[in-house]
């Protein structure tokens, strides 16, 4: 059980290895949980981001391996541009890679509380290889977990929990990003029925590559099936179907340097029918559903960035001294601190307690989805500059790591929605669902 964790907490983690059972133990004690929190425990004792105790128990071996583990790699592998393999296999080895999938298929079984948990304590420690990290786990291994078919669970689950193969997904392209639905890749049915070519190619794609030089090992695949707007339907796409290749590694990117980012590219690339993944034309409901946990586990990473920056700020400005006082004496200094731990605190509560409600296999969560990320990657940008300015040229260089946390912050107001498709969708929504509110 994760009482095995607690009991080996003095021996550090570089010595031993957690078996993926650690987590699927405490899934069984999770599933009624994640269905109904406010039913199970008195919410009067209830802790919000820590709201059973096998989810304390994940966080608190979640924030062991990233600060032993994840911490001390990041500068390095940031400076590189290099994706940490090693790591990500050891992130399989703890079981988080399938932290949302079912035993049956090699993952731990938990729910959204335990996805945010992870994701917030991993970007704690570096932002860059916690968004590959989500791509893998949110973006390809929970999509597949959501929507595809038993075969194709079996299939492709078991390695890509164990961390065996680096997978992602592939919805943007060069000239539809925000509008999707206008994607230009095309899967052409054969005359009987068995088979889909697939033409066009896919941008920004985290784990588009690893090395620089090839694909990663398998992507979920959204391509334009019929006429209208949503006739999409998505693909389980190999790294060896011929056609199928690297576009280019987008390189100098301001952020999130450890996380590959790639376009890929699609050359009568022949997918056979069984690699359809729900029903033909319908992906968008696949897409909606599988939103909502990207951009909720999105607003999680912004929390862990502003988390840490609050951190080295609250430290910083007891220890550094001006004028014969710490800086912590001075309220200018204080107002920077103060707000943002305020803020992190206000969108931590925002996060999970969507968290703790959303059904993964749902959709219609869109309202509060687009809510948090909106929020909290605002805040956690404002966090991580307002840490800079308490460092002053010290938070300006690389050694006291928030420069690198303010320019990965930068990317969650753009990456997984805009902020200005959040604004357009919380409009939307809110105009016809709610116009009174609870």
């Not at 899934?27 to 039913?39: C, F, H, I, K, Q």
């Not at 946990?293 to 609050?310: C, H, K």
Request: charged residues 20%; proline residues 2%.
């Amino acid at each position: 059980s994760l009482a095995l964790v607690s009991s080996m907490s003095a021996i550090p983690l570089l010595t031993r290895r957690v078996a993926p059972s650690v987590l699927r133990t405490a899934s069984r004690s999770l599933s009624a949980a994640a269905v109904d929190l406010d039913g199970a425990v008195d919410i009067s004792s209830m802790d919000l981001f820590n709201p059973t105790e096998e989810h304390a128990m994940l966080r608190e071996t979640v924030r062991a391996f990233s600060d032993s583990e994840i911490r001390p790699q990041a500068l390095e592998y940031n400076r590189a541009e290099k994706f940490n393999r090693e790591l990500f296999n050891k992130c399989g080895e703890l079981g988080l890679l399938g932290v949302t999938v079912d035993e049956e298929y090699g993952g731990s079984g938990m729910d959204a509380v335990a996805a945010c948990i992870v994701h917030e304590e991993m970007s704690a420690a570096d932002p860059a290889f916690t968004l590959s990290y989500l791509a893998h786990s949110m973006l390809f291994v929970n999509n597949l977990s959501q929507n595809g078919s038993h075969e194709q669970k079996l299939r492709y689950l078991p390695d890509a929990c164990t961390g065996a193969k680096v997978c992602g997904m592939g919805m943007s392209e060069p000239g539809a990003g925000t509008d999707v639905l206008g994607m230009k890749t095309t899967a052409t049915k054969s005359a009987d029925g068995s088979t889909y070519t697939l033409n066009g190619s896919k941008m920004w794609i985290t784990n588009g590559t690893l090395d620089g030089q090839t694909t990663g090992d398998a992507y979920l695949i959204y391509a334009r099936t019929g006429e209208t707007r949503s006739e999409v339907s998505m693909f389980l796409v190999d790294k060896d179907m011929p056609g199928f290749s690297l576009g280019q590694k987008i390189e100098d990117k301001l952020g999130m340097r450890a996380s590959m980012t790639a376009e890929i590219v699609f050359d009568n690339v022949v997918v056979p029918a069984e690699n359809l993944v729900g029903e033909e034309h319908g992906a968008a409901l696949c897409m909606m559903r599988n939103l909502e946990i990207e951009r909720i586990t999105l607003a999680a990473m912004s929390l862990g960035i502003a988390r840490r920056s609050v951190e080295v700020m609250n430290n910083y400005a007891a220890e550094r001294h001006a004028f014969g006082e710490p800086i912590n004496a001075f309220g200018q200094m204080q107002r920077h601190i103060a707000d943002s731990y305020a803020e992190y605190m206000a969108g931590r509560a925002y996060t999970y307690n969507v968290a703790r409600h959303l059904d993964l296999s749902s959709y219609g969560n869109g309202l509060d989805a687009d809510g948090v990320k909106l929020f909290c990657a605002k805040m956690g940008k404002d966090v991580a500059d307002r840490a800079i300015q308490v460092l002053g040229g010290n938070g300006y260089t690389g050694e006291y790591a928030v420069e690198q946390l303010w320019r990965d912050a930068k990317l969650l107001e753009i990456g997984g929605g805009t902020n200005e498709a959040h604004h357009k969708n919380m409009v939307r929504d809110l105009k016809r669902h709610h116009t009174t509110l609870k």
